[in-house]
């Protein structure tokens, strides 16, 4: 009788645990697409000349947000992302999706800009300037298996924010794709 009770509440509390427990939601591994564009191209940040060079798609579990980054660095692997985000300087962030959902040649509908500039003070914050409307993301192909790269194009016209700076952007885009807990 005490076997069975034992075996009962064992059985119990594995069968809660995966309920009560944060569920890790990776990304679908899926290839779509076919494309060989690479990254080039830029803009203005802040009223200076951006380049890129490098840039990441980052799926977060912990969010289920999907974003991507476009550096001035080059060679931004996902191991080292972290730390290139934070690189005194500017950055492109978009948020693209809070699903695993993208339309393979069609524009993502309503990416959302976010031109960052953070300063080598750490003390001042890192300036944000952020868009909702206008831009344009279209992915060309998607491979998101281990060291699997996204590819496609990212438009955004150039015009005055609100903080009176200039910023805008036109250019493709050879992303390595991530996946983070934070």
Request: hydrophobic letters at 45%; a positive charge.
């Amino acid at each position: 009788m005490k076997r069975l009770v034992l075996a009962l509440a064992v059985l119990t509390l594995v069968a809660a645990a995966p309920a009560a427990a944060r569920i890790d939601r990776a990304f679908p591994r899926e290839r779509l697409g076919v494309s060989l564009t690479v990254t080039s191209g830029g803009g203005v940040v802040a009223g200076h000349p951006y380049a890129t060079r490098s840039a990441a798609v980052v799926w977060s579990r912990r969010w289920n947000t999907l974003t991507l980054y476009l550096f001035r660095r080059r060679k931004v692997t996902c191991r080292g992302l972290v730390r290139a985000v934070q690189v005194p300087g500017h950055l492109i962030q978009i948020h693209v999706a809070g699903s695993p959902r993208v339309h393979i040649t069609r524009p993502m509908a309503q990416p959302q800009v976010a031109f960052l500039t953070v300063y080598r003070d750490r003390s001042k914050p890192t300036h944000v300037a952020g868009l909702k409307h206008g831009a344009k993301l279209i992915f060309e192909s998607v491979n998101s298996y281990p060291r699997g790269v996204w590819r496609g194009r990212f438009t955004l016209p150039t015009r005055v924010y609100g903080d009176g700076l200039i910023y805008g952007y036109r250019g493709t885009f050879a992303a390595r794709f991530c996946q983070v807990k934070r």
